[in-house]
């Protein structure tokens, strides 16, 4: 009789920690979106992991190399319909930032003909190719598009998941420092 009343007493005390961690909302940063805030990854705040990629047009790309410049990490795939959907915004996005951000729109599906799709959609901006998946496991994505913005001295300022419109990408990378 005393053990199953210890153990009444030890399932209602885990009941009530489960109910109470429960109702707690757990503090975010603001500016992380609501989407990132609940998903796996990279944090905020944290260091962003170097690495170097070839690109579509056959260069090295490192990021440590753009260090004192903004940039806009994006993950995406051929064969990912929000992909496709924010690459025309991304597009515009680079053609008007210039100088002042570098995009770098790393593809997680290179086997497949990334060329023609770059090609059909008139994309300018930087491809590297995450042939071995490094990239993307490193950065520890979860879902596609997700899109890091990396301030001027390579710390994250920001994630996004999910596809971006023009003034999202504007905004994420303006309140970079």
């Not at 979860?142 to 419109?165: E, H, Q, R, V, W």
């Amino acid at each position: 009789m005393v053990k199953k009343v210890i153990a009444a007493v030890v399932l209602i005390a885990l009941l009530g920690v489960a109910i109470v961690q429960a109702m707690e909302k757990k503090a975010e940063p603001e500016n992380v979106s609501q989407e990132a805030a609940n998903m796996g990854g990279l944090k905020v705040g944290a260091k962003a992991p170097d690495f170097e990629l070839k690109t579509l047009a056959g260069d090295n790309v490192k990021l440590s190399d753009l260090k004192g410049k903004k940039v806009m990490l994006n993950f995406w795939a051929t064969w990912c319909p929000p992909c496709k959907a924010e690459m025309p915004a991304m597009e515009e996005f680079h053609k008007e930032a210039g100088d002042d951000v570098v995009i770098l729109a790393v593809n997680i599906d290179p086997h497949l003909d990334v060329k023609a799709f770059v090609d059909e959609n008139g994309i300018t901006f930087p491809i590297p190719l995450d042939a071995e998946d490094t990239v993307n496991e490193t950065y520890q994505v979860l879902s596609i598009p997700t899109t890091y913005f990396i301030d001027t001295k390579g710390n994250i300022g920001n994630k996004y998941i999910g596809a971006m419109n023009h003034d999202m990408m504007k905004q994420y990378t303006k309140d970079l420092n």
